[in-house]
């Protein structure tokens, strides 16, 4: 079945340390996404990117990194400058301008 | 910087009743507009999408309306089913020539709750 994958579901991370969320999609789009999710708000999106090897920053792109290298996986590192890295994170993928289909998203806790 | 507003955190409807969500932007450069449903500790799965070069768009219950000169969207739901309670997110994207071609930003999010 086609989908987008995300994992792992749940993640505990030690201050200081640096994370990296999953994301693979068999679906062959070109564009992926990686959103984050606090209690009461909306989705605000991290890092896009339309195309392998080209990504661009969001909104609250500061303390991430991400790479592109497969059509097909888009992973998130959450370093130690990200401040404040509890939340809810989700990744989408879509045909670029379609609708696009959300993982079941992964929540990061640092402990 | 919000350029796509729900403004309305929470909406209470009886079973069988219209519901109506909104949502307005403030970026021009807006002409696709996407609603998603969401649970909680999932993803949000798609409901519906309109082009700025239609006013309405069907499908089933789900009926999304675009003003443009208003920068404003509504979901309507009728009739309302309590399988409906969900959190409601409304996404816009650019169009090409601008720097957020592809970019898709979404609202807060307003809690539906549909009462038996």
């Known amino acids: 079945d086609g989908g987008i994958t995300q994992s792992p579901k749940y993640l505990f991370r030690k201050e200081g340390q640096n994370v990296t969320l999953s994301c693979e999609q068999n679906?062959?789009?070109?564009?992926m996404y990686w959103y984050r999710q606090d209690p009461g708000q909306g989705l605000r999106l991290i890092y896009y990117?339309?195309?392998?090897?080209?990504?661009q920053k969001g909104d609250i792109a500061e303390g991430y990194s991400v790479s592109r290298e497969k059509k097909e996986s888009f992973p998130l590192t959450v370093t130690s400058a990200q401040k404040n890295p509890t939340a809810f994170y989700l990744c989408?993928?879509?045909?670029?301008?379609?609708?696009?289909?959300f993982g079941q998203g992964t929540r990061l806790t640092v402990v | 910087d919000q350029q796509v507003k729900q403004n309305s955190p929470s909406l209470s409807v009886q079973e069988g009743r219209i519901s109506i969500l909104n949502c307005d932007y403030t970026?021009?450069?807006?002409?696709?507009f996407l609603w998603y449903k969401k649970y909680p500790a999932e993803g949000p799965t798609f409901l519906i999408s309109?082009?700025?070069?239609?006013d309405k768009n069907e499908d089933g219950r789900f009926t999304v309306f675009l003003n443009k000169s208003a920068k404003h969207l509504s979901l309507h739901i009728v009739p309302s089913q309590p399988g409906d309670s969900a959190v409601y997110f409304c996404?816009?994207?650019?169009?090409?020539?601008?720097?957020?071609?592809?970019?898709?930003?979404f609202g807060q999010g307003t809690i539906l709750t549909v009462h038996p």
């Open positions: 989408a993928s879509s045909i670029v301008r379609g609708s696009a289909f």
């Open positions: 679906l062959n789009h070109d564009a």
């Open positions: 990117s339309q195309i392998v090897n080209d990504f």
């Open positions: 970026n021009s450069m807006f002409d696709y």
């Open positions: 309109i082009s700025s070069i239609k």
């Open positions: 996404a816009a994207s650019a169009g090409a020539g601008g720097t957020s071609y592809g970019k898709l930003t």
